[in-house]
């Protein structure tokens, strides 16, 4: 084999490592940051990993928001009117958040089965909800008080 040849070769070896390694860490990245969503029941049945972020989607329910001490905690229930999973979460919440709305919370679940949200977004009009927590709830039975 000639040299130019040899560095051609060489050339185009170096490129597909460098292409291969390219792709590995974009969907490395990808993957890292894939974010899977849960409804209450689900992580009640255990389905919810334990040492990763997911989403967790219900309603707020009625009267279980409760602000311990002075700071920006607040602790909330989530349903989907199965089962029940409480929430903490420290800053500030939407406007929009009330008690007996749809919400999608960030987070992950601590030792103690509360999850602890990084960020939570409520629906913003009276028709819309999360088509996360829309299926999750059509899969329940829904109290009549709430119809």
Do not use: C, W
């Not at 029941?41 to 040492?51: E, R």
């Amino acid at each position: 084999m000639n040299p130019a040849r040899k560095q051609r070769l060489l050339l185009i070896g170096l490129m597909v490592v460098g292409i291969g390694a390219a792709t590995f860490f974009a969907l490395k990245s990808f993957n890292d940051n894939l974010m899977y969503f849960f409804s209450t029941t689900d992580v009640v049945a255990g389905k919810a990993p334990k040492d990763a972020l997911f989403r967790l989607g219900g309603m707020v329910v009625k009267g279980s928001v409760s602000r311990p001490g002075d700071g920006m905690t607040v602790r909330f229930t989530l349903t989907d009117f199965s089962k029940e999973v409480p929430v903490e979460y420290t800053g500030i919440l939407p406007d929009l958040f009330r008690e007996g709305q749809g919400i999608v919370a960030h987070g992950k679940l601590n030792g103690q089965g509360v999850f602890v949200a990084e960020e939570v977004l409520a629906k913003h009009d009276e028709n819309y909800m999360p088509p996360e927590v829309k299926a999750s709830l059509k899969n329940q039975e829904i109290p009549s008080e709430n119809k």
